[in-house]
């Protein structure tokens, strides 16, 4: 054997020229370099790297006034004087009951002056589970089911608008045999009034996915860290120990969108913005090992603002 003295090292996608697909093997390729997921989850991890969008799209949301959508009877007041922010309770359901990857809420209309949530999901049903959303099994599941003022908090001041802080999540009593988890696939905001107290709920639909378990799970929250009920331990801990954390890294954005970070907005300053978190909710390749869906959700106020929490959860698909 002659000793080699010379070495071209070539993309192996070079090597697939005119292949149809060539560009989704590239960027699966170069996902799997960069995060490298652990070989046992690679099917799982390369089937839920497809194009990700947000529901409702940028050309549905409305951009003037609308009397259903911003009417008073869906409006949430700070204050006597303060500003309202109106709430868009318009569903939100994924075009053909994709899993939803990511949450936000969003200021819409010309004011940014409406409370919308809307959901990141999937633009194509991972083949892992084709014929494995069952259409015909779906519950809508919410917190105004609940009578429990304790989880109802206040926004500003007492007098006024709360918030419902119960978490709306996938229960496993809901299947009679463990043949199947529930994955959310729409989303909705909606006030209602409980007593002399108008209280923003969150509600959730729910869709089976057949032949399949939750293996994992955990909950994000936005970038304002914290909770109020923690931000109290947070400062004591952050003087004892002169050390208030080490700030993480930007995380690298792969996406060809035109609005990845969201529609545009208008120039003017958001006076609302101090009352909603709008953070990005999201899981991706970058979160190993890199399949979290969306499986519950939950309002909470976080240093006075109205924000969310996400839980994402592990699937295994058996046949």
């Keep these: 054997m002659p000793d080699a003295i010379q070495f071209s090292l070539i993309p192996i996608t070079s090597l697939l020229k005119e292949v149809p697909g060539i560009g989704f093997l590239s960027h699966a390729i170069n996902l799997y370099l960069r995060y490298k997921p652990p070989i046992s989850d690679l099917q799982y991890f390369l089937n839920f790297q497809s194009l990700k969008i947000w529901a409702p799209v940028h050309n549905d949301l409305p951009l003037g006034p609308s009397t259903n959508l911003a009417s008073s009877s869906s409006a949430l007041h700070f204050n006597l ?38 959901l990141q999901h999937l633009a194509n049903t991972p083949s892992i589970l084709a014929n494995k959303i069952d259409d015909s099994i779906q519950l809508w599941r919410g917190t105004d089911e609940t009578d429990n003022e304790g989880y109802f908090e ?7 608008s709360h918030v419902c802080t119960a978490p709306v999540k996938y229960d496993p009593r809901w299947s009679t045999r463990e043949d199947g988890a529930y994955i959310v696939t729409g989303a909705k905001l909606q006030i209602k009034n409980h007593n002399s107290k108008r209280v923003l709920h969150l509600r959730l639909l729910f869709s089976k996915v057949s032949h399949s378990l939750i293996v994992q799970s955990s909950w994000a929250q936005g970038s304002a860290g914290f909770s109020q009920r923690s931000g109290l331990f947070s400062a004591i801990s952050t003087s004892v120990t002169g050390n208030p954390g080490r700030e993480k890294p930007e995380p690298v954005v792969v996406d060809s969108s035109v609005f990845p970070s969201g529609p545009p907005v208008p120039v003017q300053t958001q006076k609302l913005l101090k009352f909603v978190d709008i953070s990005h909710l999201c899981r991706g390749p ?9 499986t519950g959700a939950r309002l909470d106020l976080d240093k006075g603002k109205i924000s ?3 839980k994402f959860s592990l699937l295994n698909i058996y046949p």
Aim: aromatic residues 8%.
């Design 154 to 160: 206040a926004i500003h001041r007492k007098k006024f």
């Design 286 to 294: 970058q979160d190993s090992p890199g399949h979290w869906l969306v």
């Design 81 to 118: 004087l303060g500003p309202k922010l109106y709430v868009n309770t318009s569903q939100v359901v994924t075009v053909g009951k994709r899993p939803v990857t990511g949450m936000r809420f969003y200021l819409e209309g010309m004011k940014c002056n409406r409370l919308a949530i809307h």
């Design 308 to 310: 969310l929490q996400v």
